[in-house]
């Protein structure tokens, strides 16, 4: 039998994907075969993680809050990669943690604009060939926050909460068209991101080993070992799901 997993022949536009989860899923998608286009704003981070996966990976600089510059993206990534791309993985992200009082609703604004306006402009631009093709797999990375209250994250919880309507709403939309849709709630996963959320906070960081039945943080690679799963033919049943990738957490005491 052919390999269910494998992502030969696919493109995959990643946004966030020079550190973190988005690297963790960029490596995993390259060594199924996918060519990956890399999107971020700093230059020198996605360099370095190109280097790092090697020929199936290249990348595109890119502020994805400037909506405007959106189209121009796409058109660099595909000449870069050779093809239009035919997976999405909306990952980019930025964290806030400031209790509900002291978040501005400027700074509750750049939070939702980053996470989930980003992420439905790219959709949207991606989506008409996706449906002409009858071919396409678009990925969100939503998180614990979308599946149990944390505190001080509001903003943050507010966007990856979006996701899984959007997950849900697009999939009953779309996947009868050969696009399928999912989501991945990663747990909490050792990355830049957990390092600057956990920083100078010992106790949280014990209660999250404590609540987590695998008793450990997570690696990037796992969250790209689901991203190319939900991405191959292995799930081609599989739409409109937000995949728990947390060690237990969600569902742990």
Known sequence: MANPFTLENEIALITGGGTGLGLGIAQSMAAAGAKVVLVGRREAELKQAVEQIGALASFAACDITKYETLPGLLADAEKKAGGVP??????AGIHLKKPTVDTSIGEFETVIRTHLFA?????RLLLPGMLARKHGNILFTASMATLIGLPNVIAYSAAKSAFGGVVRGLASEVSGQGVRVNAIAP????SPMLTKALSGDEPRKNKILARTPMQKFGQPTDIGNAAVYLCSPAASFVTGVMLPVDGGASIGF
């Not at 992420?119 to 959709?123: D, K």
């Not at 747990?187 to 050792?190: P, S």
């Open 119 to 123: 992420a439905y402009e790219l959709t």
């Open 187 to 190: 747990g909490w996963i050792e």
């Open 86 to 91: 035919t997976i999405l993985v909306n990952n």
